[in-house]
């Protein structure tokens, strides 16, 4: 007699074989391929896209490309969508010795809550060495009572703040660390300083364009964009007149201004219809994925925790490449691993969180974000190395409770301690959660024993014992991968 243990849904019935009746001819993928083949795959373990790319699904979440041949090409489409991803550099080539200017707001209501004035600094300093050949040479910390006012700080910080910047030689650009300059705070603090000023949004949208890959990321950045070029429409008028911007308004009666607004309203509603169909396609990949069984684990946490050297080493997959930068993971991407219990299931390595992400790009990445909503779990990994970590925490949860997701899979999220070969002797204050070094391998068997306990209570599955004699159809139809006559539905 041969035991086989297996994770099934209840219910579940075996074929026709399964239950003694005539062995199947035909050899069966493995349930590896299976779940590969569910969200397509390029390269190996590396589903691109929403939900894969190349053979099977494609990364936009469309059909085969065998299906592809028999429906009418799109190349108006493809053309049309590439016009709207054209636009000009949001950041300036090159090297850059940047000034970081931090307004510390110390009380009122524009005062940070979850975050500190240094955290802030660190983080901001970080997205700049993100950028090739851009480094902080002189940081700031300047107190302000009202951020978002014209100039920012008051007359006396400002002019001090001036002298500074002006008297460096080094200095070739200056980033203030608030989310957002209207034009004419803009304008005016470059005239004032001599060069030029960015703000987060610009930084981080940058950043966002440079990382993504995918042709909805990409759509995502330039829908975030829409409100930068609002916000400089004068900028956006006078390039408008030095090219063809006489057709637009020969005997319209329309203005610069006017023609800027309607051609910016007209992109905006092209690209959320551009969104839309890579929307509805990843929905029917959902669906496929829903028929197929394969149980989904979205891996989020806070931009460079380490999500994806932990989905590498959960996986074994060595075609994920890892990068030590903020931000390196734009676009949602699939992995298939096996866990204890010989159950598949797709990991989902998601879009880094930040403490102070514009508001801008998580309404326009929010459609990416809502996929964590149709998964079985959510695995929460911690840098607990970073001196921010508990800042962190929250920031994530915060985001996580924003994009209104179910309860109950809020509450089964899996905490992963990560990092912790750099912190010697380090215990996780927290009952549940699991401490691992995903680069080391550390604590890895742990983990997916807590991880297959959580997606069998979350699917509803159970471990199943099948006692089978050592001769038989039986055995042939196990040997095989048991797919009989079509009929039944294997483990």
């Known amino acids: 007699m041969w035991a086989l243990r297996a994770a099934v849904r209840p219910g579940l019935r075996l074929s026709r074989v399964g239950r003694g009746l005539p062995a199947p001819k035909a050899a069966a993928p ?3 391929a299976r779940a590969l083949a569910a969200v397509g795959r390029r390269g190996p373990g590396n589903l691109e896209g929403p939900w894969g790319g190349g053979l099977g699904l494609r990364a936009d979440g469309g059909r085969s490309r065998a299906e592809d041949d028999e429906e009418e090409p799109e190349d108006a489409d493809e053309n049309a969508e590439e016009e709207l991803l054209q636009g000009e550099p949001l950041l300036p080539a090159g090297t850059q010795r940047v000034c970081l200017v931090h307004p510390d707001v110390k009380w009122g209501p524009g005062k940070p809550q ?22 902080v040479v002189q940081t700031m910390v300047v107190s302000t009572k009202s951020p978002d006012r014209k100039l920012v700080f008051g007359k006396g910080n400002f002019q001090h703040l001036t002298e500074k910047i002006r008297g460096s030689r080094d200095i070739t650009c200056v980033f203030l660390n608030v989310e957002r300059m209207a034009a004419p705070t803009k304008k005016e603090l470059e005239a004032a300083w001599g060069v030029e000023v960015f703000d987060r949004f610009t930084v981080v949208l940058h950043i966002f364009r440079c990382n993504a890959r995918t042709k909805e990321a990409r759509l995502q950045v330039a829908l975030a964009e829409i409100p930068l070029h609002r916000s ?13 911007g006489s057709r637009y308004i020969m005997g319209s009666g329309e203005s610069f201004m006017q023609v800027q ?4 309203r007209e992109k905006e509603a092209k690209i959320r219809k551009a969104l839309d169909r890579l929307r509805k396609k990843r929905h029917l990949l959902r669906q496929q994925r829903t028929r197929r069984e394969f149980p989904v684990v979205s891996v989020v946490g806070y931009t460079n ?12 997959d060595a075609a994920i490449r890892p990068r030590d930068q903020l931000f390196a993971t734009l676009d949602v991407t699939a992995h298939a691993g096996a866990l204890p219990s010989r159950m598949t299931v797709l990991y989902v390595d998601t879009i880094g969180f930040l403490s102070q ?3 801008g790009l998580i309404e326009s990445f929010s459609a990416t974000l809502e996929d964590m909503a149709h998964s079985d779990l959510i695995v929460h990994v911690r840098d607990v190395s970073h001196p921010e970590a508990e800042l962190q925490k929250r920031s994530v949860l915060s985001t996580l409770h924003s994009l209104q997701l179910p309860a109950p899979l809020l509450h089964s999220m899996v905490e992963v301690h990560n990092k912790v070969d750099l912190v010697p002797g380090y215990s996780p204050t927290e009952p549940n959660a699991v401490p691992v070094s995903a680069l080391l391998g550390h604590g890895l068997q742990e983990l997916k024993a807590e991880l297959d306990a959580a997606v069998l209570k979350a699917t509803g599955r159970q471990i199943l014992t099948l006692r089978v004699t050592l001769a038989g159809a039986q055995l042939s139809w196990l040997y095989i991968g048991g797919h009989g006559s079509g009929r039944g539905r294997d483990p």
């Open 30 to 32: 493995s349930c590896l």
């Open 114 to 135: 979850m975050t500190r004035a240094e955290w802030q600094v660190a983080e901001a300093t970080a997205l700049v060495h993100t950028l090739d050949g851009w480094s």
């Open 232 to 244: 400089n429409l004068k900028r956006d008028v006078a390039h408008l007149h030095r090219g063809a």
């Open 261 to 264: 607004q309607r051609l910016l």
């Open 305 to 316: 925790c380490g999500k994806t050297t932990l989905i590498k080493a959960l996986t074994g």
């Open 357 to 359: 992400l514009p508001h």
